[in-house]
């Protein structure tokens, strides 16, 4: 996905009070119906939009109903916390201003009590070093040394990790692919659970395991896809990946690659249909040489096209299901930008990204105009936009929304399940 994280941008601004404008419970002297929802505190905890890990202060927080009522602004406290009582599908919006650049961030489908992470909490920070030394293999050219923040080249016969915090793990799967002088593996020998400690080292010792050759087919294609990809990576998502694609005749494809085996491997396979993206995600075993998907009874929806409309502080989302399943998706991402420039010639860049549980249109909170004149005009012009729909095999949005933002940057890790995803985005010039 596109632009989860951005610069690191920190507006210092007054304290603004909570203005209690939630919707009214039930009149005094009438009994509320029993599934009536209640309303509870709601709590934003707002992350460095770049990824540092660190939290931003004095930046403003609009909470709204899902009736479109304004409950409040309260900025960030010293913790980069900001509150606000409100009713259950309530939204909250982050607004995140620096020199040339604003962010908008808005999470909806709020309940009671939460929690929420606004951003992501995994700094990108340097965790340390790892030295893995491996034996030299008769006809290797260079060596890809594979950890769990990915892989590192070597001529020799050692090579040093770099481990930052987002990827650090207490045990590794290290692996040592050996390759030809055109890239290609020869051979490959792996070391599973190497318990990590920053600046220390390991030793790979053994013989190298023979290439094999992966197969993965690919049936019940709609006519619509012009292509499909597919990529094997070993161990899961972060190791040393090959892959191939070709076009779908007759509603099939074969796709073969040479490749390495290991304790776990993943595929992702990739579908294109116009401006539309579809991709299935798999974690299967790493000595699994065999893969087959029914197409049509794999992927989400098509989301087939998005309209963006400045003027109207709109995003038309249209989905379509032709050769796809009706399966609903656990969160969908938009993210849209747009620029406007000022007499003086100064040009300011605006980011919006909103998710949620449901897929379909999206309409822009109406920020009040005391946060600052952030919200879309006609004259301004329209950037990129980018649209995702997710669903994962073992999580659902309930469980991943105090901690969404997190959750998609460690997407497909080992154990995550199958995950599924539809995405829009318009090819160069096109809206």
């Known amino acids: 996905m596109r632009r989860l994280l951005f610069a690191l941008v920190v507006m210092v601004m007054g304290c603004d009070p909570v203005v209690d404008k939630h919707t009214p419970d039930a009149a005094p002297g009438i009994d509320a119906a029993p599934d009536a929802p209640s309303h509870g505190m709601v709590s934003v905890k707002v992350y460095d939009p770049n990824g540092a890990g660190t939290v931003v202060v004095g930046v403003p927080v609009v909470f709204i109903e899902a009736d479109g009522t304004l409950v409040g602004h309260p900025t960030t406290d010293s913790n980069g916390v900001a509150t606000a009582d409100v009713h259950a599908n309530a939204s909250a919006t982050s607004v995140v201003t620096t020199q040339g650049e604003t962010q908008m961030t808005t999470i909806v489908g709020l309940q009671p009590s939460d929690n929420i992470i606004m951003g992501t909490s995994l700094a990108s920070s340097q965790d340390g070093t790892f030295a893995v030394s491996y034996p030299a293999m008769p006809g290797a050219s260079s060596y890809e040394v594979v950890g769990p923040c990915g892989s590192y080249s070597g001529n020799g016969s050692a090579v040093t990790l770099t481990i930052y915090t987002y990827c650090k793990t207490a045990t590794m799967d290290l692996i ?15 070391k599973p659970n190497v318990a990590y400690t920053a600046g220390g080292t390991t030793a790979i010792t053994g013989g190298y395991q023979a290439i094999s050759t992966f197969n993965a087919g690919y049936t019940n294609v709609d006519p619509g896809i012009t292509n499909i990809s597919m990529n094997r990576t070993v161990p899961s998502n972060t190791g040393y990946g090959r892959g191939t694609s070709g076009t779908p ?19 992702l396979s990739r579908a294109t249909k116009d401006s539309s993206i579809d991709l299935v995600f798999d974690n299967i075993a790493g000595n699994t040489l065999t893969y087959s998907m029914d197409v049509g009874a794999s992927l989400l929806p098509w989301i087939s096209s998005v309209t963006p ?20 998706p656990d969160l969908f991402y938009e993210s849209l930008s747009y620029s406007r420039t000022d007499g003086n010639g100064n040009t300011t ?13 999206v309409t822009l909170p109406a920020l009040p105009p005391e946060i600052g004149d952030v919200l879309p005009k006609s004259t301004d012009s329209l950037g990129s ?30 154990g995550s399940g199958k995950i599924r995803e539809s995405a829009y985005q318009p090819r160069q010039g096109v809206q």
Do not use: C, H
């Not at 509603?251 to 993943?266: E, F, H, K, R, W």
């Not at 860049?349 to 249109?361: A, E, K, R």
């Open 176 to 190: 040592v692919v050996a390759e030809d002088q055109s890239g290609n593996p020869i051979g490959s020998i792996e």
């Open 249 to 267: 005749a007759n509603g099939s494809l074969q796709l073969s690659i040479t490749d390495i085996t290991g304790q776990t491997a993943s595929v």
């Open 309 to 328: 409309d400045l003027a109207a502080k709109k995003i038309t989302v249209v989905t379509d299901t032709t050769g796809t399943t009706n399966d609903k």
């Open 349 to 361: 860049n605006y980011y919006w990204n909103i998710v949620g549980p449901t897929v379909g249109d």
């Open 385 to 414: 936009s980018f649209t995702v729909e997710l669903e994962m095999s073992t999580l659902t949005w309930d469980m991943i929304r105090p901690v969404v933002f997190d959750t998609l940057q460690t997407l497909g890790g080992a």
